[in-house]
């Protein structure tokens, strides 16, 4: 919304349109998530990797993956699996800054969120992004805070965009954030799209036969570990009570 201010007194001039929304932690009209995964130290968790693409995607939200710490581990496994899901994917090292730069141009008008698990290195990458450094935090404008039961949100303006949360977005409830039924899914992995001809027009992708998903996956064309992430989300899906 739009706020006009005389001094203490605030008035609401517009409610602008609201494109998505997530909530917990309570936030609105993310255009970016930069999905943070380490390499190593902590092994990588594609799961909740998955997870937050699938997020993404049902929120209209664009997800780019950010492999971190390229100095300890080779990012080409994490590279191909999401390469081939189809999923924009860069490799930074934070400690060394290579790679930030990058980030910094996709940032541009946009408001970006951070995410991922704990410890892949959310909070060293805005470091080395010069936003969270103590130095240097005094630089960035603060423009908005709310307060919610179980996490602070707060927005800063940056590289002529909004980073949403620092230092970092890891305390996603996926329970409410993901709501797709069991038919909806399998939108939210790209790279199943690709892949018709199942022999049921209903085809769960689970136990049918003649499946060209299960196909792609036994040939090396969908990664193993997404289609293991499907199989938990839809699961979840079921159990799901849907109003």
């Known amino acids: 919304m739009k706020i006009s201010l005389t001094g203490d007194d605030g008035v609401i001039d517009e409610i602008l349109p609201r494109k998505n929304a997530l909530i917990r932690p309570p936030i609105a009209n993310i255009d970016i998530m930069f999905i943070v995964v380490a390499t190593a130290d902590p092994d990588p968790s594609l799961n909740v990797t998955d997870k937050l693409i699938a997020v993404c995607e049902e929120n209209d939200i664009r997800p780019i993956i950010v492999i971190n710490k390229t100095d300890i581990k080779s990012p080409k496994e994490l590279e191909d699996i999401y390469n081939k899901a189809e999923i924009e994917t860069l490799t930074v090292c934070a400690h060394s800054g290579e790679g930030c730069e990058k980030i910094k141009e996709l940032i541009g ?85 690709k892949y018709e001809g199942c022999r049921f027009d209903d085809c769960a992708h689970i136990n049918e036969p003649d499946c060209a998903i299960k196909t792609a996956v036994e040939n090396g064309e969908i990664a193993l570990s997404r289609y293991e992430s499907y199989k938990e989300i839809y699961e979840e899906s079921l159990k799901r009570k849907n109003y």
Not at 159 to 169: C, E
């Open 109 to 193: 008008s946009n408001i970006c969120a951070f995410g991922g698990n704990s410890g892949v290195g959310k909070s060293s990458i805005l470091k080395a992004l010069g936003i969270c450094d103590d130095a240097e935090i005094g630089e960035i404008s603060k423009i908005s805070r709310g307060k919610h039961t179980t996490k602070r949100v707060e927005l800063f303006e940056a590289f002529g965009g909004y980073i949403a949360d620092t230092p970092g977005f890891g305390d996603i409830s996926y329970e409410e954030c993901l709501r797709a039924t069991k038919s909806e899914v399998a939108s939210l992995f790209r790279e199943f799209s």
